[in-house]
């Protein structure tokens, strides 16, 4: 185990200086394991502890990890909720990783981990246009009429949702690609249109698939794909 000074982890990582660092810990825009820090001399662990500086994740270990998970059903995307199995549960490494992005409870399917803070930021950040894609199932037949009215956009809570694209796969699933990813978006569109989701997987994030990924399983990005997806961040935030 390889405890760190807060101050000195976040000098080496490139976030500011030493002296800085202090300034920034005891005005409290730090955190640890989700706590705010203010105490000096406060270590952590740079295996396992998730260190967040103004809401964004550091990377404290030397290896950057980058993982595609497939989520099953009623498992939390978080790292920590009392009481309930969350996506972190399922990852049998040292190191700690964290979900990018979020598929709620009751969805299941490709979920991207990382260690990588930068990616991390830079995947959540709503200017990054990387597209998701989802297999929809619905309670009963959906016209062609409410699917183009979805791909057309909908007003959700007073906001125009973007335009994005579907085909249709039986009368009651079909495919949707997304640029954006509001709360539980794709269950409040369909609801819009007058059905109901009854199963929603999210096949594809940017360029990764999920592939034949067993349902709790996990797998490293390959090296294709982690240069593919680093590309693509690096290129929508010139």
Known sequence: ?????????????????????????????????????????????????????????????SRLIYLALNKPMGVVTSCSHPGKKVVTDLIDLPERVYPIGRLDKDSTGLLLLTNDGALHHRLSHPSFNHEKEYLVTVAKSITDGALNKMAQGVPLMGIHTRPARIRRLSPTRFRIVLKEGRNRQIRRMVRKVGNQVIGLVRIRVANIHLGNLAEGAWRPLTHKERIALLSQVKSDFK
């Open 1 to 61: 185990m390889t405890l760190v000074r807060l101050q000195k982890l976040m000098s080496k990582v490139g976030i500011c200086s030493r002296r800085k660092a202090e300034v920034y810990i005891m005005s409290g825009r730090v955190r640890v394991n989700g706590q705010v820090v203010t105490e000096l001399g406060t270590k952590v662990n740079v295996e396992k502890d998730l260190v967040e500086f103004d809401g964004q994740l550091i990377s404290t270990s």
